[in-house]
């Protein structure tokens, strides 16, 4: 098998929902104190180094708020 095909072959992509937790992960890893983060995707992932309270979704609406 030419070697070229053989890689190709066995090269894995990475989707971007992988590149977006992965992004997600390092920003939780640098703001520890920020329950939620924003990854350049505009996704919002629950950070896995925040430990302090229970913090809402940033896109729940507040029932006081309407």
């Known amino acids: 098998?030419?070697?070229h095909l053989e890689e190709?072959?066995?090269f894995t992509y990475t989707t971007d929902a992988?590149?977006?937790r992965d992004e997600a992960r390092?920003?939780?890893e640098?703001?520890?104190e920020r329950a939620w983060v924003c990854t350049g995707r505009d996704v919002w992932h629950a950070n896995p180094?925040?430990?302090g309270p229970a913090v809402p979704?940033?896109?729940e609406c507040?029932?006081?708020y309407a």
Do not use: S
Request: aromatic fraction near 16%; avoid cysteine.
């Open 30 to 32: 640098h703001y520890p």
């Open 8 to 10: 190709e072959l066995n």
């Open 57 to 59: 979704h940033p896109e």
């Open 18 to 20: 992988e590149w977006d």
């Open 49 to 51: 180094y925040y430990n």
């Open 1 to 3: 098998m030419h070697p």
């Open 26 to 28: 390092e920003l939780g």
């Open 62 to 64: 507040d029932e006081d």
